[in-house]
């Protein structure tokens, strides 16, 4: 799926930093509080446009409303009904901080460097395969300095993905999308 950045998106200040969480039993309120915290001090340290993305707006936009609410320089929350928009603010983005799988993957395939909060095995293991920082969400530092710390070294430091694994990933869900066709078509 080719990525459309949605309009507006270069009309922000950059850099632009895509923070995608969701809810889920291990995002606890004393585990967001400790997220809000680290952006507050990330954002202040980077001067970065913190772009709060919800991808399913019913369950996920109240934690990115209470982000919001603390953060004391330039904040957004988008979020998008076609798919290829969600994918196209990653080509703006230059760091992303995410929970869900997709929004990693499509972080990773636009080349936005990221930093992954897993909370399921499927996360882990992307992280694994692209050799991508991130923490298990219930061994979350309790430091929001840390885990601040943490961030701006990603942020300053890393690299972007190497390709190949990327280009595996695209290749993969072109055949995966080939036997659903042929599943459904059958």
Request: with cysteine; charged share 20%.
């Amino acid at each position: 799926m080719d990525g459309h950045p949605p309009a507006g998106l270069g009309d922000l200040h950059a850099p632009r930093v895509a923070v995608v969480l969701r809810a889920h039993p291990l995002l606890t309120p004393a585990r967001l509080t400790t997220l809000t915290e680290a952006l507050v001090s990330f954002q202040r340290a980077t001067e970065t446009t913190i772009l709060l993305v919800p991808f399913q707006p019913q369950r996920d936009r109240p934690i990115a409303e209470a982000i919001a609410a603390h953060l004391p320089n330039v904040s957004q929350i988008r979020s998008y009904d076609d798919p290829r928009q969600c994918k196209g603010l990653f080509v703006g983005v230059e760091f992303t901080i995410g929970m869900r799988l997709h929004s990693l993957i499509m972080a990773a395939a636009e080349g936005s460097r990221g930093f992954a909060l897993s909370y399921d095995p499927k996360v882990t293991q992307l992280m694994q395969e692209l050799d991508l920082p991130g923490c298990e969400l219930a061994a979350l530092p309790t430091d929001a300095n840390q885990l601040c710390r943490t961030w701006l070294d990603c942020y300053a430091n890393q690299l972007p993905l190497e390709p190949a694994p990327i280009e595996s990933l695209r290749d993969r869900a072109l055949l995966h999308r080939e036997l659903l066709q042929q599943v459904l078509l059958a």
